[in-house]
């Protein structure tokens, strides 16, 4: 995936930034000016403008009025969150009210978009798709008129699929793929085959509170699991949850390995082969969302736990709604054993899902056009997590904790004190400014004084001031 050569301007960033971290540029100097280091480098002025930008975004230099750029001094970074005291008791999550409430901010043009996880729309390469859904209509014009029977999906997405995974390392065989409506439909069959009313399910914590909401709505328990905000869920309490008198009652657990939604956590690699061997000793199912597998920052990204599974116990959960084409609404499950109970549960439930979107998928991800959109995607999330961490670590009180997500474009922010953020969202919301509380992460309601912080969207003033008024709203608790 990481084949394809990263732009010129990052580039010649990195160089910069490598001397930079290496002493020989120090706080203070002056970089060289965009026409030196245009000559220097042998590159456009254009080129140089944007990595010196690049830079800027990035927190190494600094612009000074009519003086150029002077390397940064270097700041201190905020903390990381804590992980928290969980109870060791199974039950179930309940926040309809308040995800409803999310809805409706986020479908509200006069409030920040800082809350749903949901990228700018101008990020996504609209007219590549728009080729690719006519060529698909031209080729097979009874996709739209003629009813869908494929449950499984359309054969060429299931090839490209399989295809992308093996290009980074995981073996996924396109006859266990089941496309899906979304990565939602793909989590719900998966709880679905794994587990019944009165089940329990082991999650991360804090988690996606989708999961939880899929979870509540089949009447399934949830015990949680501590995770570190760096490298996911602590194995080691999984395994003791596991070998003790309630782990009797697991009947799976549910991860989101790469770039964990809220706290951008990755599992490293050896972990995640520790993580499905002992799935595999407990004799439970391993549900992972991979849904932002494909948006790590920068270098090779990590396979996923797929790539360890050798009893078909791995559920394999994804969607193109985060990194391609969100309108269109198509995921994917690779369901290893579960294949058949979910292949029939789809057909019962939703039926095949609409081919069009399909094909028009399958033919954007041949020639590498996906990876080309992926490298410019990274980028962009990259330098969007930055800016708001920078804004945050600026206008927050001396204490808050920021997450460091290394891909995706949220971030998990803990406030110092007893702040309750559900209050906090509600005042927050009359000055027009959106997050999610951190509540709504946790099945027992902790992390109330945690919030959830949307970098899907480029930085504007509006989004600065935003997040200053937020920030003056928590000085006002504190």
């Not at 799935?279 to 969302?289: F, G, N, P, R």
């Amino acid at each position: 995936m990481d084949s394809i050569s990263q732009p010129l301007y990052v580039a010649v960033a990195a160089d910069m930034a490598s001397l930079i971290a290496a002493g020989q540029l120090r706080p203070h100097d002056r970089v060289p000016s965009v026409r030196s280091l245009a000559r220097q480098r042998g590159i456009s002025v254009t080129t140089a403008v944007a990595s010196l930008r690049h830079l800027e975004e990035r927190g190494l230099i600094e612009a000074r009025a009519r003086s150029g750029y002077f390397v940064a001094s270097p700041r201190e970074l905020a903390d990381e969150p804590v992980p928290v005291a969980l109870p060791r008791t199974a039950r179930l999550a309940g926040a309809q009210a308040m995800l409803r409430q999310l809805t409706d901010a986020s479908l509200n043009p006069a409030v920040v978009r800082l809350g749903q996880a949901i990228p700018d729309a101008a990020l996504f390469p609209r007219a590549a798709l728009q080729r690719s859904l006519m060529r698909a209509s031209r080729q097979t014009p009874t996709l739209v008129t003629a009813y869908a029977l494929q449950t499984e999906g359309d054969a060429a997405l299931r090839t490209a699929i399989s295809r992308h995974y093996a290009s980074v390392g995981a073996r996924v065989d396109k006859r266990e793929l089941l496309i899906t409506n979304g990565c939602t439909e793909a989590l719900s069959l998966a709880l679905g085959a794994v587990a019944r009313a009165g089940d329990v399910i082991a999650v991360e914590s804090p988690t996606y509170f989708g999961f939880l909401q899929l979870a509540e709505m089949r009447g399934i328990r949830v015990l949680e699991v501590p995770s570190d905000p760096s490298e996911g869920i602590a194995i080691e309490s999984l395994r003791a949850l596991l070998a003790g008198p309630a782990g009797r009652s697991v009947r799976a657990v549910a991860v989101i390995p790469s770039f964990s939604n809220p706290t951008g956590a990755s599992i490293p690699l050896n972990r995640r082969r520790e993580l499905v061997r002992l799935c595999d000793s407990a004799d439970v199912a391993l549900i992972e969302d991979d849904v932002y597998g494909d948006l790590q920052h920068e270098g090779a990204r990590i396979p996923p736990c797929k790539a360890f599974d050798r009893e078909g116990r791995v559920i394999l959960c994804g969607s193109y709604t985060k990194s391609m084409a969100p309108g269109l609404r198509i995921g994917f499950t690779a369901a290893g054993r579960y294949r058949d109970a979910m292949r029939a549960a789809k057909h019962i439930t939703a039926g095949a899902s609409a081919p069009l979107p399909q094909a028009a998928i399958a033919d954007f991800m041949a020639g590498g056009r996906y990876e080309r959109h992926l490298r410019k995607l990274r980028a962009a999330f990259a330098r969007q997590v930055a800016q708001v961490s920078h804004c945050v670590q600026r206008e927050f009180p001396v204490g808050t904790r920021i997450s460091r997500p290394k891909g995706s474009f949220i971030l998990w922010v803990e406030l110092p004190g007893d702040i309750d953020t559900l209050a906090l969202y509600e005042e927050a919301n009359r000055y027009g400014v959106d997050f999610v509380p951190g509540s709504l992460f946790s099945a027992s309601g902790r992390y109330r004084n945690c919030l959830r912080l949307n970098c899907g969207y480029p930085v504007t003033l509006q989004t600065e001031g935003a997040l200053r008024r937020l920030g003056e709203l928590i000085r006002t608790r504190s």
